[in-house]
């Protein structure tokens, strides 16, 4: 008996991307769970144009806490994952298909091919055979956590197989359409990650600080042979550094400050306090 497959798309304001993902695999998903967080443009009208399910999530600062919740509402055994700046070739759907007929596997690790100012990157961390996730899985053997980046891990037990990057045979992902594009998500999940890592108790060190964000360079540009990549490579190695200082400057104010509103508190009194000595040498 044919297994059938549920397709989850966690949106935001994505009338721009979300035909390409919902062309790429309306013909043959039997099911399309859309869980939004109450887009202001057409991005739920689009969705059910497309026949898809839609369900309403309260607005977060990162999807990742709310992959659960879409993955709950999925009716299939299989479900497979997917953005809505992302999209299916055709090659790889038929591919994901066969592999659910053989019945072999449990979670299907999947290489990404991520776009990054106009082009497809092949190294600097981001290129298909450096960069996969599991995105294809059995209802049951993937946990979600709220990490962000690292919101998926396969159960103990799970059979797992992991494709090879073949031309055609990877999730396509527009990326980052230009460097305010990126900065302006940068500013969101180094937020997040910030928080969660404040929250688990781990303080940004002033050794960290400097090692971390070096190592992040020689990895992307050295390592993983960003180099190869061009003037790409060289400033997406570059922008990650920045990624890891902010992050660890963001873990620092929520240890030595707290929040930003706490920060606006401080400076109330501080202004208070010149304005009282302001009126005492009038006096």
């Known amino acids: 008996m044919k297994q059938k497959i549920s397709v989850v798309i966690n949106t935001l304001n994505e009338e721009r991307n979300i035909p390409y993902a919902l062309r790429s695999v309306h013909s043959w998903a039997d099911e399309i769970v859309v869980v939004d967080m109450h887009s202001e443009d057409r991005t739920v009208d689009i969705a059910r144009e497309y026949g898809a399910k839609v369900y309403f999530h309260e607005r977060i600062a990162a999807f990742d806490g709310a992959r659960q919740f879409a993955i709950d509402q999925a009716s299939n ?5 997917l953005d809505a700046d992302e999209l299916i070739p ?17 979670v ?15 190294y600097t961390g981001w290129g298909p055979n450096q960069d996969k996730h599991p995105r294809l899985f059995r209802k049951g053997m993937i946990t979600a956590f709220s990490t962000i980046h690292d919101f998926f891990k396969p159960v103990n037990g799970a059979r797992i197989l992991e494709l090879d990057y073949q031309e055609n045979h990877a999730i396509v992902h527009f990326n980052y359409i230009n460097t305010t594009h990126f900065i302006e998500k940068l500013n969101r999940y180094t937020s ?4 969660q890592a404040h929250e688990r108790g781990e303080c940004a060190s002033f050794v960290t600080m400097i090692y971390a964000p070096i190592k992040e360079f020689i990895s992307r540009y050295v390592r993983k042979s960003g180099w190869r990549d061009g003037w790409r490579g060289f400033y997406l190695s570059c922008a990650m550094v920045f990624y890891r200082l902010s992050i660890f400057s963001k ?29 005492r040498y009038k006096q």
């Open 192 to 195: 997040v990650e910030a928080s």
């Open 77 to 81: 055994e299989w479900i497979l994952v």
């Open 251 to 279: 873990m620092k104010e929520l240890e030595s400050l707290g929040s930003a509103e706490d920060i606006k508190s401080l400076y109330l009194k501080e202004a208070e306090r010149l304005l009282a000595e302001y009126g």
């Open 90 to 106: 055709e090659p790889l759907s038929r591919k994901l298909l066969d592999v659910i007929a053989e019945d072999k596997f449990d």
């Open 108 to 122: 299907v690790i999947i290489p990404w091919l991520n776009y990054l100012l106009g082009t497809a990157l092949m």
